[in-house]
């Protein structure tokens, strides 16, 4: 069974950036992986996926143009680059992987996904 661990989280002001990791406990050659946010009192949602490939990515409208997934499987790391960061994007932040490769298409959707790193905390102030 695969472990992620998420870590970059942080407190920063409006306008700041963050760089999340997520390190996985094994290869991520082939898996399909994405970060997720929950906010309190708030549904979880899919911020940015991304193919096995790393060719392909989805991104939520409210981040789009602000944040960037990417991966380096050699590492078995995926990243998150936070910029312009706004009090809207508090929330915890979750690494998700799944075996299961999507070559074609990045999954958005949580069920898909079965294994989830403990999250990390980020916390933008205005």
């Known amino acids: 069974q695969a472990q992620l661990v998420e870590s970059g989280g942080g407190a920063v002001q409006a306008g700041g950036s963050l760089r999340l990791s997520c390190v996985a406990s094994?290869?991520?050659?082939?898996?399909?992986m994405g970060w997720f946010r929950q906010a309190p009192g708030k549904e979880r949602e899919a911020v940015a996926t991304?193919?096995?490939?790393?060719?392909?990515?989805y991104y939520s409208d409210s981040v789009k143009g602000r944040f960037t997934i990417s991966r380096d499987d050699v590492k078995r790391t995926l990243y998150l680059q936070m910029l312009s960061l706004e009090p809207e994007d508090t929330a915890m932040y979750y690494c998700?992987?799944?075996?299961?490769?999507?070559?074609?298409?990045?999954?958005?959707?949580?069920?898909?996904?079965?294994?989830w790193g403990q999250g990390t905390q980020v916390t933008v102030s205005s």
């Open positions: 998700a992987a799944d075996s299961v490769p999507c070559m074609v298409e990045p999954i958005s959707e949580g069920l898909n996904y079965a294994t």
């Open positions: 094994v290869d991520t050659g082939n898996f399909c």
């Open positions: 991304i193919t096995s490939s790393g060719s392909r990515t």
